[in-house]
């Protein structure tokens, strides 16, 4: 059976950013374009990919409102929606860099303006602001979530999907 190119039988937030950002070079793009680069040959010269790749990808990006254009032959400009991507990039540097890093260290770094220091990636939680890691969270359903037999359900969708109707 020949592998799926999409993740549209996925009842999963991660699943429909993948739909987005998930292919080889997207990502690169986005990180190329929060430093600064804007124009189709410096993300060109920047990437080294094939010319084809790289207008697919970038389209795709448009059309998803990542990026938008300025005129035909114009550059390319994060939205407010590919600016919130910024956590996330920030986020996938800062594992590298730890668990994969760099022969020399870290390529680049990333400060803050206030007091000129690494920024880091730490998450915080939205409603008090206090730092939170792994252990501090839990997943749950969304209030109303409907299970597969059409009632509420306490199982989120990949546990359904593994499970069954099965309760934990």
């Known amino acids: 059976m020949p592998l799926g190119s999409g993740y549209e039988d996925q009842s999963c937030a991660l699943a429909r950013a993948l739909e987005i950002l998930g292919e080889r ?6 990180r190329d374009a929060f430093h600064g680069l804007t124009r189709y040959d410096e993300f060109l010269r920047s990437l080294g990919m094939a010319t084809n790749i ?3 990808r970038l389209q795709k990006l448009v059309d998803h409102g990542v990026l938008e254009r300025t005129a035909p032959r ?4 994060l939205t407010k929606k590919g600016r919130d991507l ?7 540097m800062a594992w590298a ?3 994969t890093p760099g022969p020399d260290g870290p390529e680049v770094l990333i400060l803050h303006n206030g007091c000129d220091h690494p920024a880091g990636a730490a998450l915080r939680c939205e409603h008090c602001g ?3 890691a792994l252990r501090d969270l839990r997943v749950v359903p969304a209030p109303g ?3 597969a037999d059409g009632e509420p359900t306490t199982l989120t969708p990949p546990q359904v999907a593994a499970w ?3 309760p934990r």
Do not use: E, K, N
């Open 54 to 56: 790289l207008s697919s």
């Open 130 to 132: 206090d730092p939170v």
């Open 74 to 77: 114009g550059s390319y400009h």
């Open 25 to 30: 070079w997207t990502l690169l793009i986005v």
């Open 86 to 92: 910024f956590p996330v990039v920030l986020s996938l």
């Open 164 to 166: 069954g109707d099965r």
């Open 97 to 99: 860099d730890r668990h």
């Open 145 to 147: 979530a409907i299970g």
